[in-house]
């Protein structure tokens, strides 16, 4: 009796668990949850960084300057410079010829100037990009010039007025503001800032524009807006 029983309880265990297998929905898998940690915000790139080091520094030195706009436009005169060419480092040549010693190649000089007149020489020019033979004589001369980056009327209007003759002759000779380039170019170029006129060569912008500013800074001089604005354009895309 027992025995039987026990079997129709575990046929009846059997059916149940078979009715419940087929009748009612399977549960879902138990998943872990796993929470994604967000990727770390890369930091913000100084965009000075991508520019050339003399860019960059000539970007520190414009934001420097006081901007101001042109004065006494119609007083100017070259005289108040001093002495055109003056020798003003002492060293027995005059700058005209200190230039092209420096910026030419293949100098020659005249025999008894102690290495100081220039005769010959050859000019890579970097506002045109060009090679350009020097021969000192007349009618040949002045194919070479010799630029002021910053030009002496332009600097008139920004500041320069207030300065001594002294101060007016230095910064006429100074090197740092003198570039031997083409003549026709030195010519067509005045008294021009940079929002009118840069080389022609423009791979030479750059160079030309952290200069501007290098000379700018040196001697305290304001800036107009139209060049500054200028000037920041070029200089912010002198990439490394």
Do not use: M
């Given at each position: 009796m027992r025995t039987r029983l026990f079997l129709v309880m575990v046929i009846i265990a059997g059916a149940v668990t078979i009715a419940?297998?087929?009748?009612?929905?399977?549960?879902?898998?138990?998943?872990?949850?796993?929470?994604?940690?967000?990727?770390?915000?890369?930091?913000?790139?100084?965009?000075?960084?991508?520019?050339?080091?003399?860019?960059?520094?000539?970007?520190?030195?414009l934001e420097q300057l006081d901007l101001s706009e042109p004065r006494n436009q119609d007083s100017y005169?070259?005289?108040?410079?001093?002495?055109?060419?003056?020798?003003?480092?002492?060293?027995?040549?005059?700058q005209r010829n200190d230039i092209l010693a420096r910026?030419?190649?293949?100098?020659?000089?005249?025999?008894?100037?102690?290495?100081?007149?220039?005769?010959?020489g050859t000019l890579d020019d970097p506002y045109t990009g060009t090679i350009i033979p020097f021969e000192r004589g007349?009618?040949?001369?002045?194919?070479?010039?010799?630029?002021?980056?910053v030009p002496l009327a332009w600097a008139w209007r920004q500041g320069a007025d207030a300065w001594t003759t002294d101060e007016r002759?230095?910064?006429?000779?100074?090197?740092?503001?003198?570039?031997?380039?083409?003549?026709?170019?030195?010519?067509?170029?005045?008294?021009?800032g940079p929002s009118e006129w840069m080389p022609p060569d423009n791979s030479y912008d750059c160079e030309y524009s952290a200069r501007f500013v290098e000379i700018l800074a040196t001697y305290d001089l304001t800036i107009n807006t139209p060049d500054e604005s200028a000037l920041a354009a070029k200089l912010t895309s002198c990439s490394s």
């Open positions: 419940a297998t087929l009748f009612l929905p399977a549960l879902p898998p138990i998943r872990s949850e796993v929470t994604q940690t967000p990727a770390a915000a890369l930091p913000s790139q100084d965009p000075s960084q991508q520019l050339n080091p003399e860019a960059a520094a000539a970007v520190g030195l005169e070259r005289d108040a410079f001093g002495q055109r060419w003056a020798d003003i480092d002492r060293n027995g040549c005059d910026d030419l190649t293949g100098v020659t000089t005249k025999p008894g100037t102690r290495d100081c007149v220039v005769l010959t007349q009618g040949t001369s002045e194919l070479v010039q010799i630029d002021h980056i002759e230095r910064f006429a000779n100074d090197p740092l503001n003198l570039q031997a380039t083409d003549g026709s170019t030195n010519a067509s170029k005045s008294d021009r």
